[in-house]
């Protein structure tokens, strides 16, 4: 395992023949709606805004027109779209009601997901293996999928085809979907986990674990939550100050060094004490998380002088 440090952008692109004038969302990989052919996709007079990726899959959003696309996820084998008319749409996989069309049909092409109306302003979407979920401008939780292990917080339900609300008895300001579990963080920054407890991926007390098929607290981070992900088997919060992780570490996506390989409490990564840390992420078995600091540059042509700010990002990534 080991901490790396980068610079640079995440992803690039390249053009290629063929315009798509009208904006679209470009998917590829292996899914129930793309050709698994990368070449066959292609930007020109359309400038990508949004990037997700699944398991097996990746959608790339540009300009959509006439519905110009807000928000986009990707789940397993599944997608879920949000545009600026309000409107949510779902396609791919749908063998545990990931796409809330009602049925567990899986759809080749995007429908409309007709529970949201334009009262429902989204400000997130998230999508796990199976799972789908939405957080609204005013924090309401809405859910949907798979609950076999209790990961979209509905208690006994098996699974559910349409969005159902999940109430913490707060308002909810966003929710990360993993492979079997799911966290959220509450208006004002309290963490909550629920789902499969193996590993320790929850965070909780023993005695919280009996109700783990609804959402916890997570008593073990005393500061205020800016921002959590849930991987496979792990989970990574950021708050004002530091960054925990706990879960299981066997590949190293807990950040703590060769030794440590499950952790079932919230453990400080102390490697990442020093960096400002701004934004956290991470896949199936390794974690990304990004420092941004700004530095000063200074300069003189020998009877003037002048200074000028640059932001400079640092991708750390943890893995094995």
Same mark, same amino acid.
């Given at each position: 395992?080991?901490?790396?440090?980068?610079?640079?952008?995440?992803?690039?692109?390249?053009?290629?023949?063929?315009?798509?004038?009208?904006?679209?969302?470009?998917?590829?990989?292996?899914?129930?709606?793309?050709?698994?052919?990368?070449?066959?996709?292609?930007?020109?007079?359309?400038?990508?805004?949004?990037?997700?990726?699944?398991?097996?899959?990746?959608?790339?959003?540009?300009?959509?027109?006439?519905?110009?696309?807000?928000?986009?996820?990707?789940?397993?084998?599944?997608?879920?779209?949000? !545009? &600026?008319? *309000?409107?949510?749409?779902?396609? #791919?996989? $749908?063998? +545990? =009601? @990931?796409? %809330?069309?009602? /049925?567990?049909?899986?759809?080749?092409?995007?429908?409309?997901?007709?529970?949201?109306?334009?009262?429902?302003?989204?400000?997130?979407?998230?999508?796990?293996?199976?799972?789908?979920?939405?957080? !609204? &401008?005013? *924090?309401?939780?809405?859910?949907? #999928?798979? $609950?076999? +292990? =209790? @990961?979209? %917080?509905?208690? /006994?339900?098996?699974?559910?085809?349409?969005?159902?609300?999940?109430?913490?008895?707060?308002?909810?300001?966003?929710?990360?979907?993993?492979?079997?579990?799911?966290?959220?963080?509450?208006?004002?920054? &309290?963490?909550?986990?629920?789902?499969?407890?193996?590993?320790?991926?929850? =965070?909780?007390?023993?005695?919280?674990?009996?109700?783990?098929?609804?959402?916890?607290?997570?008593?073990?981070?005393?500061?205020?939550?800016?921002?959590?992900?849930?991987?496979?088997?792990?989970?990574?919060?950021?708050?004002?100050?530091?960054?925990?992780?706990?879960?299981?570490?066997?590949?190293?996506?807990?950040?703590?060094?060769?030794?440590?390989?499950?952790?079932?409490?919230?453990?400080?990564?102390?490697?990442?004490?020093?960096?400002?840390?701004?934004?956290?992420?991470?896949?199936?078995?390794?974690?990304?998380?990004?420092?941004?600091?700004?530095?000063?540059?200074?300069?003189?042509?020998?009877?003037?002088?002048?200074?000028?700010?640059?932001?400079?990002?640092?991708?750390?990534?943890?893995?094995?």
């Amino acid at each position: 395992m080991a901490w790396a440090g980068t610079h640079g952008p995440v992803w690039s692109q390249n053009g290629g023949p063929g315009p798509t004038e009208s904006g679209a969302i470009f998917t590829f990989g292996k899914s129930k709606f793309a050709e698994d052919i990368p070449s066959k996709f292609w930007f020109k007079n359309d400038k990508p805004v949004l990037i997700s990726c699944g398991d097996e899959h990746t959608a790339i959003v540009t300009a959509l027109k006439p519905e110009k696309t807000k928000l986009a996820v990707c789940g397993r084998n599944h997608t879920l779209v949000y !545009t &600026e008319k *309000g409107n949510v749409y779902a396609a #791919g996989g $749908n063998s +545990e =009601g @990931q796409l %809330g069309l009602g /049925d567990t049909e899986e759809r080749t092409t995007f429908h409309l997901i007709s529970f949201f109306t334009n009262q429902h302003k989204i400000k997130q979407l998230a999508a796990g293996s199976y799972t789908s979920a939405a957080v !609204t &401008e005013d *924090g309401q939780l809405f859910v949907w #999928g798979d $609950n076999s +292990e =209790g @990961q979209i %917080g509905l208690a /006994d339900k098996a699974c559910v085809s349409v969005p159902c609300q999940v109430d913490v008895g707060k308002p909810v300001s966003s929710i990360s979907c993993g492979y079997y579990h799911s966290a959220l963080i509450t208006g004002d920054g &309290e963490l909550y986990t629920f789902g499969e407890p193996e590993n320790g991926k929850l =965070g909780l007390l023993p005695e919280q674990l009996k109700n783990n098929r609804v959402p916890q607290p997570v008593l073990g981070i005393m500061e205020k939550v800016n921002k959590v992900a849930c991987g496979g088997e792990h989970t990574v919060v950021l708050t004002e100050t530091d960054v925990y992780t706990f879960g299981l570490g066997q590949y190293g996506q807990l950040g703590h060094g060769t030794f440590i390989f499950e952790t079932s409490v919230p453990k400080s990564v102390k490697h990442l004490r020093r960096h400002k840390i701004c934004n956290v992420t991470c896949g199936e078995n390794h974690t990304a998380v990004i420092a941004g600091k700004v530095t000063r540059t200074a300069y003189s042509n020998g009877t003037n002088s002048a200074s000028t700010g640059r932001k400079v990002l640092k991708i750390f990534i943890a893995c094995d």
